[in-house]
């Protein structure tokens, strides 16, 4: 019903943008600023080519025939290794920041400069881009110097001995200076019995994985299969320290394995899915268990921000890192490709 009163209806429907003054919280809040869980987790170096290199080597086989004749002339023999040399190309991740000297001298929401925040969103954004890069299939690419952009071997790109693939994948791993990228296959449903073969395979190798890292979907089907009754696992244990009588546990978020093996189960939430070889392709993802110890960051100039040339009125950054990923020993990683996160993982 009308009024006669003079109310806040009328202020705020007076011609130009009303009368009543704008109530802002003077504070941005912002959900996205989440962890890097593979980055974090492994270390850093610095490198001075745009090709990076490092050498691999392993001991040789048991020899169960090893047994010599007591003063036999053994100068015939040569039981010397050269091992291995690989490498990986750098790869240039840049954010570009423009903004104009009156958006820097307005009084804004929640920041003071809005060019130091947005070179401080930009540096996040791009740290996130390398996330999910070095966690890709993505091949090696030399930089031409004109048109193709150097590009760094992805992680699951150099995986080759301990791997699980669906029907029609093919492993990539190193080549003559190359990173090959992995041949998708038909997508399937994890199972149990492929975590424990792929641990195996890496503990027999003589790697120790502590990780076992996936997308969200995949690490909760595999939580939630910890629980059924068809899982081939111990008494579920949990430290409750510092519970309450009456909090309600439902999530696996490590499994120790045959052979010591403990994985702490981490979904990444900048992880990727990618297309399987099927027919009608589908979104499917990795499950990597790797050690933290054999893979590393290599900067060649690592993040910073540097000032371009001023355009009339703006002032311009760029946020930039010339970086490459050194997966030290593929031999210490495993992965379960292919896997469908829509599919619930079984024995």
């Known amino acids: 019903m009308a009024t006669f009163n003079l109310d806040a209806a009328d202020l705020a429907a007076v011609d130009f943008k009303g009368l009543i ?7 941005i809040w ?16 610095s490198t001075s080519n745009a090709y990076t290199e490092w050498t691999q080597d392993r001991l040789q086989a048991q020899d169960l025939d ?16 050269t091992g291995k040399r690989v490498g990986n190309q750098h ?16 009084n804004t929401i929640g ?20 996330e999910g890069i ?51 296959g038909e997508g399937r449903g994890l199972t149990e019995t492929l975590v424990r073969d792929i641990a195996q395979a890496v503990w027999v190798q003589g790697g120790n994985p502590s990780k076992l890292h996936s997308i969200p979907d995949v690490i909760r089907q595999l939580s939630e299969y910890m629980f059924t009754s068809s899982a081939r696992i111990a008494t579920l244990q ?46 499917v993802a990795n499950v990597g268990i790797y050690d933290p110890e054999y893979v590393t960051l290599g900067y060649m100039q690592g993040w910073r921000v540097e000032e371009l040339q001023k355009s009339g009125l703006a002032d311009n950054r760029q946020v930039a890192a010339d970086w490459t990923l050194k997966v030290l020993n593929e031999e210490a990683h495993g992965v379960i490709a292919d896997v469908d996160p829509t599919v619930d993982v079984v024995l």
């Open 134 to 184: 070095a966690l890709s299939n993505q091949a090696s690419v030399a930089d031409d110097g004109d048109s193709i952009p150097g590009r760094a071997g992805g992680f699951y790109a150099w995986l080759e001995t301990n791997t699980s693939r669906g029907v029609g994948g093919a492993d990539g791993g190193f080549a003559a200076g190359i990173v090959a990228a992995p041949t998708p």
């Open 238 to 283: 949990r430290n409750e320290q510092g519970m309450s009588a009456a909090t309600a546990v439902g999530t696996v978020n490590v499994f120790l394995t045959d052979f010591g093996v403990t994985l702490e189960m981490v979904p990444n939430r900048l992880d990727n899915t990618y297309l399987s070889g099927d027919t009608v392709p589908i979104p």
């Open 111 to 130: 920041f003071s400069d809005t060019l130091a925040y947005q070179v401080m969103m930009r540096q996040r954004e791009a740290r996130r881009d390398v």
């Open 66 to 81: 090893n047994a010599q004749v007591d003063g036999a002339d053994t100068i015939a023999n040569n039981d010397t290794n």
């Open 21 to 27: 003054n704008e109530d802002v919280m003077q504070q």
């Open 30 to 45: 912002d959900i996205s600023m989440i962890p890097l869980p593979f980055t974090d987790s492994i270390g850093s170096d």
């Open 91 to 106: 790869q240039i991740s840049t954010k570009t920041i423009k903004v104009s000297s009156r958006a820097r001298n307005s």
